[in-house]
């Protein structure tokens, strides 16, 4: 079956490639567990040598992966060199880090000698979104084949030249050709897949649906599994804050990324007194957002990724309007080729209703009143997600108290929610489980092995 993949800018085919016969599959996977036996017995060194040229690659050719990026996903351009670069920080990090995080920890028992090993699993599938093109790829990669293990990438198909370009950063960098191995196949492939005896795990940042249904079938295999999936993250203001940081950062939190990202900020909750001051600086700013064409460096908002997923956006808003909200600015399709979706801010949400309760993936803003901070707390934690959470408070011992009080995998305070190498990213509740990035991420695909010796 082809798979076209499609500029949500114009609305135009980019490509069409021939989806893997399933002999095909076998073929790959047969290639991916010889590869891990060579793989797995080369030196930290020499993995970490191929790691850095591929950073070295990713920054010095970030323009042309960005434009990659934006011609098929619709992200501005500049935020999708941006996201090239983060990628190259990565891959420096993992090279410079790996081995500290992974060496033998050594433990005083009654043995002689007794230690904690980690060592790799096998071929891991990396079942990775179309948001993040490259970030989500290489936050998994990096950690995962300086561990020793091996990538097997089915990646979304509409951003299946992103997948072959990662591909090709990662073979000009020196890993062999079958270490790393793009899958062109639809999402129907996927179990099949994981059920093959030679693929030892599986990563998955998606939607909930997706993430029940590849740990489903990894549980199954009694195979072990990281999820990172929806959020509808909190952004709390409190009556102390700094309104005018507070509305900057929270239209950014919102509409990065054409406001598609997991942990983009979706519910901001307002302490009653300053409810109006906030939402007029919120709603001047989202006003004054460029939306056009993506690869123009002046454009804040581009098109949404698919034209489907604009149209179920606006009938998220419709149906939010219809329970109550009022709709402040945005609200419609633009009358242009592509599918662009208006910056939108939603105001009066109440719990229950479609804008609390769902996550709406694309530039749209719920503003929601608390009586105080305990209410604010309450109404964080009212949701089944679990990403992130952001509180701006002048007052950094109390936003701290309430980012304890968030139930989140990651809390920031007077800042946005973010990921970063050097900190674990991932979920609780429907949010998904594990955690990428730092140490806790690269050991997310090894085996703790203990040793103990007479």
Known sequence: MPLTTVNPATGEDIETYDALTQAEIDDRL?????AFARHRRTSFAERADKMKRAGDILEKKARHWGEIMTRE??????????????????????????EAFLSPERVETDASKSYVAFQPL?????????????????????????????????????????ALAIEEVLREAGFDDDEIQALVAGADAVEGILNDKRVRAA????????????????GKQIKPSVLELGGSDPFIVLADADLDAAAEVGVQARMQNNGQSCIAAKRFIVEESVGEDFTERFVRRVEALKIGDPMDEATDIGPIAR?????????QVQRALKEGASLLTGGK???????????????????????????????????IRARDV?????????????????VFTQDTEKGEDVALRLEVGCAFVNGMVKSDPRLPFGGIKTSGYGRELSH?????????????IG
């Open 30 to 34: 047969a290639r991916a567990d010889a």
């Open 73 to 98: 996903m619709g992200k501005p351009i500049g935020q999708a060199v941006a996201e090239a670069e983060k990628c190259a920080w990565a891959c420096r990090f993992y090279a410079e880090k790996a």
């Open 122 to 162: 096998g071929p891991v599938l990396a079942v990775m979104p179309w948001n993040f093109p490259f970030w989500q790829v290489f936050r998994f990669a990096a950690p995962a084949l300086m561990a020793g293990n091996v990538g097997l990438l089915k990646h979304a198909s509409n951003v299946i030249g992103c």
């Open 203 to 218: 990563t998955l940042t998606g939607s909930e649906g997706a993430g029940r249904a590849v740990g489903g079938a990894a």
């Open 307 to 315: 034209a489907d997923l604009r149209d179920e956006i606006h009938d």
């Open 333 to 367: 399709h633009l009358d242009r080729a592509g599918s662009f979706y208006q910056p939108t801010v939603l105001a009066d949400v109440q719990p229950g209703t479609v804008a609390f309760e769902e996550e709406i993936f694309g530039p749209v803003a719920s503003l």
């Open 374 to 390: 305990d209410h604010a707390v309450e109404l964080a934690n009212q949701t089944p997600f679990g990403l992130g959470g952001a």
């Open 440 to 452: 806790f991420g690269i050991r997310a695909f090894v085996n703790v092995k203990t040793v103990w």
